[in-house]
């Protein structure tokens, strides 16, 4: 039987969060207008895997109705209770390209003690597109997470400002093969500059394919 609004809204209605979760995916075969009001009543449930899921899935149905959706998400990136929750919340907000919260992201970035949330956040600044991310990524290049460092990586080759080119070359010789990856990639948005030609000609040599193919894509 297919999915209909009524149905759906009668799992999400159910005691049982499993059913709730249901819900959610199944949300996924609704009219985009009749999914995004269910995905913001999901999104205020008090099961965080159910508002998990909603923040979530969001991203793909929030251009319907932009302010109430950046109210939500903002919403949840600075009050929920759960980290899991908060960081989906931030990864909708740059999908959607809300630049609007930009500095709500900046402020949670510098506030909270949690690498997940401040991981999220720096790779939903790429998506967002807002040139005011780059100090902060690029004060996230020298992070001693690794993991900061090549989502700062990306995030900055998606901003395609050319002042990062001098930032991100020196990676080509990082020890680790996913930054160099991540590198080649971010390096794609600045190809009409020599120094990063001659960069991605380095890396289309690497001793890792994954590496190597991403830089020859774009030589």
Same mark, same amino acid.
């Given at each position: 039987m297919d999915n209909t609004p009524d149905s759906v809204k009668q799992l999400l209605a159910s005691e049982d969060?499993?059913?709730r979760i249901s819900a959610v995916n199944q949300m996924r075969q609704l009219d985009p207008a009749d999914a995004l009001g269910l995905l913001c /009543? $999901?999104?205020?449930? +008090?099961? $965080?895997?159910?508002?998990? &899921?909603?923040? #979530? /899935?969001?991203? +793909?149905?929030? +251009?319907? %109705?932009?302010?109430?959706?950046? $109210?939500?998400l903002k919403k949840a990136l600075l009050t929920d209770a759960e980290v899991d929750v908060r960081a989906a919340a931030a990864d909708s907000l740059g999908?959607?390209?809300?630049?609007?919260?930009?500095d709500d992201l900046k402020i949670v970035y510098e506030e909270t003690a949690d690498w997940l949330l401040q991981f999220s956040i720096l790779a939903a600044l790429g998506e967002l597109g807002?040139?005011? #991310?780059?100090?902060?990524l690029k004060?996230? @290049? #020298? &992070? %001693? +997470? /690794? @993991?900061?460092?090549?989502?700062?990586?990306?995030?900055?080759?998606e901003l395609e400002n050319a002042e990062a080119i001098?930032? @991100?070359?020196?990676?080509?010789?990082? #020890?680790?093969? /996913?930054?160099?990856?991540?590198?080649a990639q971010a390096l794609s948005h600045f190809d009409e500059h020599p120094e990063v030609k001659q960069a991605l000609e380095k890396l289309a040599g690497d001793e890792f394919?994954?590496? $190597?193919?991403a830089a020859q894509a774009h030589l």
């Open positions: 969060y499993g059913d /009543q $999901a999104a205020e449930d +008090n099961h $965080a895997r159910v508002r998990y &899921a909603a923040v #979530s /899935q969001i991203a +793909n149905v929030g +251009n319907q %109705d932009r302010e109430r959706v950046l $109210a939500l999908a959607l390209q809300f630049t609007e919260a930009f807002d040139p005011r #991310s780059f100090d902060l004060d996230a @290049l #020298s &992070a %001693d +997470n /690794q @993991l900061f460092r090549t989502a700062a990586i990306g995030a900055l080759g001098p930032l @991100l070359l020196p990676f080509v010789e990082d #020890s680790d093969w /996913q930054t160099r990856l991540r590198l394919d994954a590496v $190597a193919q």
